[in-house]
């Protein structure tokens, strides 16, 4: 991207605008500045906020597994209507007709929404989905439909919600006296049945009974065995207190999970005669939590108190859950015909009801039972109310800022303003109620804990130190030039604050040596930082040694090691950060193209770098693990030769090392392998096999592959010896142009995998072989521009599409061996 490019911000926010529903039910427990805002977070959709002025589907905030009901209530029971309330409100507001074409869309000023339907079979899913208007009541009442496809004329509905909740109304249950202790008026053992689809919610519900002398059960309507109970006692009013039903005057419990039916039953112990002059009856209901809010007044007649009636019968508001069919998600998508999500909706099984609900996908909204019932939020339609502050693009099931240069996206979950960047800290506010002796205490507490930590862990350090070699390397270090650049000792502090502590996130890779992380220096540079998994305490002063040396090498296809912390129970080594990942990466993957020129010149900087350490360094370096893996690629798929972990300094007088035999399966040096004697053509016959993968794109041992092929550099010097060697090129490299180079270096590969270390070439000859083939005239770059451009296809996994820059080698010195390049 250039400088002069937008910066883009992907937002989060989302902002409907519903109307007002007329439900005239809603005004007498909703007051006017009733206010709702609740933040969402989900690691599978992106911000939103749910209000009044709602920003997206308020079943997406019900839906998070962050917020749960429970602490709906606890939050706005001071409140005069749940969360739960407003969001169906809005909900039916905002997505406008979804019912059915040609199906009735209301009752009265109530919504029905598909699944549900009034009228013709067709205008709903299950038979428990019909809804019957009764036009006999004013305004007209919607009644629940029963499984026999009856209308339930005791069970009225109030408001009907896509997020998967209904709102009905039940019976209150009563029973009066006279001061005689005569029964004088009852409204007893009421039933209420449900079909299944449904049930009782038993997070939103909960059963009640008010009275002083009060009995009160939840039956099963068919054996009438008791499911819940309450009792209350008073034994005056002053004894009551406000919005308290714990017992005295009111008694709360919650109701049994899956509910479908109940029977609600009430009595007295003593006929009330006690306190028959303030309270003569005895109620219980089962309600809306979020609705009832016990007062005294309630003793002397609750039932002409409710605000709802239906019937001529006081009740109360119920919350019921209901699916949109009995079956799970995985059962009910193999019914393709009959499966109830629509497009750009996805299923969700349900946790309350057995069975399935649908939700549009986030970005949409509308009804996702319909087959198109969910429509794109176009965000940027309104220019006034436009979520951004630069220019608003909608996307489908999105949208995305563009802030003008110069200024970044800052999305504070309401609109995305561009301004500089303003890191805000949180402030963290702390109360005390302690004494002033008490305080004074703790604190001399712990701050004597803290210093005894401190000193045992500067001592643990000093320790650390002492034993991995730090006053050697500092020694060493006051010994070499101060012009020359060597490694840096890095903290215990330092690595900890760069990684964010070891964080899981700045994980780059973890090998058999150790784990890799991404950390970040005071100063801004970006480093890979090794942690590995053990170390030879016999080895302590190579360690340094390597340490030292590695540090000085300064050759631009050599990663670089910057340092080392002794600090720690392992050392740590600090590594400049390549981060285009390795070339097997870039050899094995099929779904991008790696044309030759790229591979002939990594092959070449490859090679340099390892003339580089077998010549130029002091003393020499084997690196015994050369590898596709190993060499990384930056940013210009310049090749960086890394991991010296198995690495080996040669003295200067002596050609040979006798180790224990340490390589990866298919890169190791058959010699090597058998007499343990380490030399610079192991790393040679290393490279060959390297070669090899970029002649033939295959991976050095497959299991995959016929037997007498799974060794992939004994595969190709059969295929060389019977003259075959198209048969094993990849595909992506056999061009006229390039064969003559091409066969050239498989000449070199076949002198590198020689059996006999003494037949095969050293690295300075393979240098200066491998540059005579990148000069030939046949080389395309030689007429070319500067910059060879190499577009790869879209990645399967997901990842973004990018573009792999090979430089000319006309402008570049490639085979430079001098120390400092």
Known sequence: MSKDTPSMKIAAGRRLNPTTSNWHKLQLFLNDDFDVSISKTNSKSRGRI???????????????????????????????????????????????????????????????????????????????????????????ALLLGLADGSSSSTTQVLNVSLSGQLTITSWVAFECYKKTGASSNQFNNLNTVLGKTYAFSDVRNMFISVG???????????????????????????????????????????????????????????????????????????????????SSSNLKNFTSQTGFSFGNRSSTPV??????????????????????????????????????????????????????????????????????EGVCNNTPGGYFCACPAGTIGDNNNDRVRCRPDDKKFPVLQFSSGLGVGVLCMLIAIYWTCWGLQKRKMMKLKEKFFEKNGGFLLQQQLLMRDPKMEVAWIFTKGELEKATDNYAESRVLGRGGYGTVYKGILPKGRVVAIKKSKTMDQNQIDQFINEVVVLSQINHSNVVKLLGCCLETEVPLLVYELVNNGTLYDHVHRRDMSFPWGCRLRIAAETAGALAYLHSAASPPIIHRDIKSTNILLDKNLRAKVSDFGASRLVPIDQSQLITLVQGTLGYLDPEYFLTSQLTEKSDVYSFGVVLVELLTGMKVVSFERPEEQRNLAMHFVSSMKRNQLNAVLDKDIIRDETMQQVHGVANVAMKCLKMDADERPTMKEVVLELQRLSQLKEHPWAQESDLATCLLRQPSNGLNSYTLRCDTMADQELFELALGR
């Open 50 to 140: 749910c209000s009044w002025n709602i920003s997206h589907s308020c079943e997406e905030v019900l839906r998070t597994k962050k917020i749960s009901i429970i602490s709906f209530r606890v939050m706005l029971r001071p409140a005069a209507l749940s969360l739960v309330f407003l969001c169906t409100l809005v909900k039916a507001a905002s997505s406008g007709s979804g019912a059915r074409q040609g199906c009735r869309e209301k009752c009265g000023d109530i919504s029905v929404f598909y699944p549900f339907g009034i009228g013709d079979r067709g205008c709903f899913k299950e038979p428990e989905h019909e809804l019957f208007c009764d036009e006999t009541y004013d305004p007209p």
């Open 319 to 388: 919350a019921v859950d209901w699916v949109a069919g009995t079956e799970a998600c995985q059962q009910a998508q193999q019914n393709t015909t009959a499966f109830s999500c629509g497009q750009n909706s996805f299923c969700s099984d349900s946790i309350e009801v057995p069975g399935h609900r649908c939700f549009c996908n986030d970005g949409y909204q509308g009804n996702p039972y319909l087959p198109d019932g969910c429509q794109d939020i176009d965000e940027c339609s309104d220019p006034d109310n436009s979520p951004c």
């Open 212 to 294: 002083c002398d009060t009995r009160a059960f939840l039956k099963d309507p068919v054996n009438g065995a008791i499911q819940s109970g309450c009792v209350s006692f008073c034994g005056d009013p002053l004894s009551v207190r406000n919005g308290s039903c714990s017992g005295v005057g009111c008694c709360e419990t919650s109701i049994p999970k899956n509910l479908k039916a109940l029977r609600v039953d009430t009595g007295s112990y003593s006929n009330h005669t006690e306190t028959w002059d303030f309270n003569p009856c005895s109620y219980a209901f089962v309600a809306d939590q979020t609705w009832f809010e016990f």
